[in-house]
């Protein structure tokens, strides 16, 4: 009799206990950078915290990640969970109503320690719609022991012509090193991410105010016939194939003596782990076309952001794993493992404002000015939200397709000019077809 009241008793208890919560498992798409990475190895972290979310991790070439989440979230395909994702898709898909606003993300996250550029450009009419979890603007890295070797010395703010005699003088005395190393592998957000601010550092926009594509100005023939001489004379073999990856492990293997691009990287080629010439580095802002550089400088903005799909049924568990994976305890967390200085940067004022980070990263300052020089909203002149992209729908496929009339100019298989050509005729036909131009 004991015994069965023993066990009608458990019973009851049971069902008040009601049954164990579901374990969920979600689909995260990104991309295959190093802070991504580094998040991967430490989502064990996560769910240890979340024992009922588990993270299925697709990771993807940048170029690769881009066609297989716009192909997903237009097509509501449903694979992806939580989507990595830029400043470009934000404005379009949260208008689009193809985004999730990030209403829930706790009460200890503030959002308003997001730096403000970021925030903004992540958010439609004052609503967030993707975590930032890095950012960035451009600078120019460069090997200080190769610019003293060889009597140079970088300028407060670089110009292109000064770049090409550097990139000339040290390749003259160390024939095992490139001059320079630039991205050349098309892509709108690869190859034309930089042409777009080198374009912009001679005072070309893509577009002029009444959308009429600028491919043939004379601040794009300057920019790309630059470009093309700089790679073919001072940089790598096979320059068309390098991406941000490619150029990173030439510049952490010594065979760069200057590399233009995100400032993402600085941590990483200052990081004794990763790079053979982590104590050599300097930085620089983006290198201007002319004194005084047009449109507030050369920069760019982007930030690399997680963000929920509109179609998704975990978009509670997946809304926990952004606030995760975006918060102050993140950055602490990459910190304790890692080290102050390889925690990913530029998304918040906190960070900036820790003497931590500020006295281990030594680039830290020059990526918060480039940041917040960075102004990509929409000017007289400049018709679109943007500066290494323009932020509608046809520039993903147009920017694509003239990056790859770009790389034919760097591998030789085109001159400059038929490649500007060209480029000036495809978005000539797709604003038109968009219905931008008559």
Known sequence: MFRQALLAGAASLLALAGPAAAQQTLTV???NNGDMIRMQGLTQEFTAQHPDIQVNWVTLEENVLRQRVTTDIATKGGQFDVMTIGTYEVPIWAKNQWLLPLNNLGAD??????????REALSQDGTLYAAPFYAESAMTLYRKDLFEAAGLTMPEAPTWQFIAEAAEKIKASNPDVYGICLRGKP?????????????????ADYFDANWQPQFESEGWKTAVAMYVDLMTKYGPP????????ENLSLFNQGRCAMWMDATVAASFVTNPKESQVADKVGFAPFPCGIENCPNNGANWLWAWSLAIPAGSQKAEAAETFISWATSKAYLDLVA??????????GTRTSLYENSEYT?????AAATLQAINNADPSITSDKPYVGLQFAAIP????LGTAVGQQMAAAVSGSMPVEQALSAAQQTAVREMTRGGYIK
């Not at 991410?193 to 001679?202: D, E, I, V, Y």
Request: glycine letters at 14%; aromatic letters at 14%; a negative charge.
């Open 29 to 31: 798409a990104t991309v």
């Open 109 to 118: 996250y503030d959002v308003d320690d997001i730096l403000p550029p970021i």
């Open 187 to 203: 892509g709108w957000g690869e190859n034309m991410a930089f042409l777009g601010s080198m374009a912009r550092a001679f005072g």
């Open 238 to 245: 096979g320059a068309a194939s390098n991406g941000f990856n």
């Open 336 to 345: 304790q493992k890692e080290g102050w200085a390889n925690v990913p940067p």
């Open 359 to 363: 006295s281990a990263a030594p680039f």
């Open 394 to 397: 046809e520039f993903q496929g």
